[in-house]
């Protein structure tokens, strides 16, 4: 039996992005659709698996606690919270991008964040302070840095939970299991998706389709193919599902390609973590991020990156690619027993993986490593360092002469067991490439027109992550362009309604 399916709007995608694009064309006065490819056990995307960090522009501790009205009037009288502008955010959006994100849209990103954020908490997602990784103790008082200050209750599984109830609570329709596959355009027009449903195929009518499945990043020939050959022995660190079918089926209506497809985010990741993301273990718990504190070594036992050349939010993203570099992939974090106890949350969880011994000889008899090399790489790093103050919480240049690579910050002798391996991959979060979208998240054409009922937002959509992106714009762009695209797209069928009525 065929049915016949009418919707004002279809969302493709259950993560961020769609979500609150779903949400915002409901406002609207839409009747909407959310198409998503996972079941109901796999859905929310990358979204669900991020630390729930979300980068907004703002003005002071004030403009922080309308976000997080829980905090309390102690709690705040022992917090110090630099001002973090609009001018300031955009200016590291542009810093990491090497001033290659397109202006408009990185305006729009930034000038749209605090707004959408309010947006967000009026759906009911609930906003804390992100003590754990963006803050440090100083005279008595939680100092904030990083721009990074608020992240989203129970991380990413809490932001998803949040955004499906308010998604019940309008009557968003749901389909799970269902792949958008292709899109219908008559005479400029979009007309329909077709969906891939339980080996069924279903057309659903409608005038407008906003697109928020995701990058590319799981797409292992794509990646090979646009990325790098090495990338497609990447760990996939979020959504199996994000495998470029959104981008394939806008290009397929003419839509421009737009940004660095050639450029991906990526860390260092558990050498050990699942191949893709595992919904049962959502939270971004596999990251090893304390390296600024260690020197990595390679199999060939020797060094690759200066890893102290900077705060870590401003190095990890660059360095997954160059872990991918080295020979099977792999690289080992190493520390002592000084530094141990200063080391991230994710490293004393069951799941970090790590050889440990009480003398460096013992350690690297247990690694797949050239093991000459690698005592004589840790010998002349220890020769290597210079006196100075140890300060973990800063940059404190203290660091090492006469090496290749230098270690520029952090700099402690290796020397006090037991000491610690933890071996690391690369993991892709997500690939840069995508489409090309106008500031109100319409999908232009090769012309640069937009395409008469279709829009985009999220991590598929190009041009405003190059080389790198500021930690915690993936979810504040995802929110910004997807309530735009909701917006947007209900207007535009508004529009299109009075013109039939006439
Ligand atoms: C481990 C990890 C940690 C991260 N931590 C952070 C962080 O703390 N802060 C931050 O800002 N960013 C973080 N990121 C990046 C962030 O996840 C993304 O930038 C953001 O979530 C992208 O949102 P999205 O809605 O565009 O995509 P997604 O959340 O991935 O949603 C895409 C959706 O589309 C669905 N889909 C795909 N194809 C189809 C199809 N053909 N039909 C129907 N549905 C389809 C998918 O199943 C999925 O539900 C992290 C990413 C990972 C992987």
Redesign the pocket.
Known sequence: MSHTHNYDVVV???????LCAAIAAKEGGASVLV????SIEK?????????????VAYNNLDAIRKIIPKLTDDEAANIVMPEYTEQDYYDDLMRVTSGKSDPQLGQQLVSKSYDTIAWMQNQGINFELNYDNQSFLQDGKRHFWGGLPIKTENK?VGLIKKLFERAQELSIEIWYD????KLNKEDEQITGVVVQKENESITVNTFGVIL???SFEANKNWRSEHIGEEWEAAIV???E???G??ITMALEVGAQKYGEWEGCHSIGTDYNAPKV?DFAKPG?IFKKHSYPYSIMLNKDGKRFVDEGADLRNYTYAKYGREILKQPGHVAYQLYDAQVRPMLRKEYDLEEATFFQADTLEELVNLLPVDKKQFLDTVSEYNRAVEEGEYKPAEKDGKGTKGITPLKSNWALRIEQGPFYAFPVTCGI??SFGGLHVDTTGHVLDAREEPINGLFA????IGGIFYENYP????????AVF?KLAGASAANYINRERTELAK
């Not at 493709?12 to 769609?18: D, K, L, P, T």
């Not at 859905?43 to 980068?55: H, Q, V």
């Open positions: 493709v995608g259950a993560g961020n992005a769609a198409l998503e490819k996972g859905r929310g995307g990358n979204s669900y698996f991020t630390d729930g960090a979300i980068r990413g269902s792949r958008a596959i928020a499945c995701g660190r979020g959504t599902f994000n495998t079918d959104g993301g971004d979060t997500f937002a999220g991590e598929m930690g915690g714009s993936g979810l504040m762009s995802g997807g």
